[in-house]
C-alpha cells in the first residue's frame, strides 16, 4: 500500500503531539527539590518519585521520530514518482522552512536532553560531600519549553512538506508541457525537412 502525503502529515503531526505531551508532564512531574539528610561528613538527597527522566527520554525519542518522518516526507516518491532534490531546494520559501524546521527540532532536542540528563545525574549522583547543598533539581521552564519547540518542529515540517507538494506538482506540470510540445517541434522539423509536405 503507498503511503499518501496526507498519511505522512498525520504520522508527522502525531508524533510531534506525543513529543509535546510527554515533555509537558515530564514538566509539571518534575520536584522543585530534594530532602537532604544529614550523614556523617554527607549529605544524601532523597527526591519523591520523579518520573520525568523516563517521560524526558519518552519525548526526545517522539521528537527525534517526528523529525524522521518531517525529513522522509519531503522526499518520499509518492505515486512512485521522485523529484529531484535541486527541484525542491530551488523553491526559496522551501529551503527556508527545510531549514528552520532542522533548526527547531536541534534546539528542542537540546532543551529536552540538557534537564533530562540534568535529572538524571541528580537522582543517581545523590550523595554529597558539600554539607550546605540544598538537593537541586533540573532548571524549571526547560522542559516546557523544549516540549513546545517540539510542537513547532513538527507544524515547521507540515508547512515544509505543503510546499514540496506544490514545488513537486510545478515540476510534473513543467515535464507534462515538455513531453506534448515534443511531438509538436518533431512535426514541425519534418514540414521544414520535407518543403511544406507532411
Request: glycine share 8%; aromatic share 12%.
Amino acid at each position: 500500500m503507498a503511503v499518501t502525503i496526507k498519511q505522512m502529515a498525520l504520522l508527522v503531526s502525531f508524533l510531534g503531539i506525543l513529543s509535546f505531551i510527554f515533555g509537558v508532564i515530564a514538566e509539571n512531574k518534575k520536584p522543585a527539590a530534594g530532602t537532604p539528610i544529614s550523614g556523617k561528613d554527607v549529605v544524601i538527597c532523597k527526591y519523591p518519585s520523579d518520573p520525568t527522566v523516563v517521560l524526558g527520554y519518552l519525548s526526545v525519542v517522539f521528537l527525534a521520530l517526528s523529525g524522521l518522518a518531517g525529513y522522509i516526507s519531503l522526499f518520499y516518491p509518492y505515486k512512485g514518482k521522485s523529484v529531484p532534490q535541486s527541484v525542491l531546494f530551488r523553491s526559496t520559501s522551501f529551503f527556508v522552512f527545510f531549514n528552520i524546521a532542522l533548526f527547531t527540532c536541534g534546539l528542542a532536542a537540546t532543551l529536552l536532553l540538557w534537564p533530562t540528563i540534568t535529572e538524571q545525574l541528580h537522582l543517581t549522583r545523590n550523595v554529597h560531600h558539600n554539607l550546605t547543598t540544598e538537593c537541586p533539581t533540573a532548571k524549571t521552564g526547560l522542559l516546557g519549553g523544549g516540549a513546545f519547540v517540539s510542537l513547532d518542529s513538527a507544524l515547521f515540517w507540515l508547512v515544509a512538506l505543503m510546499l514540496a507538494n506544490n514545488a513537486r506538482e510545478d515540476h510534473f506540470d513543467e515535464v507534462e508541457k515538455d513531453s506534448k510540445a515534443e511531438p509538436g517541434q518533431v512535426l514541425s522539423a519534418e514540414y521544414h525537412v520535407k518543403g511544406g509536405a507532411v
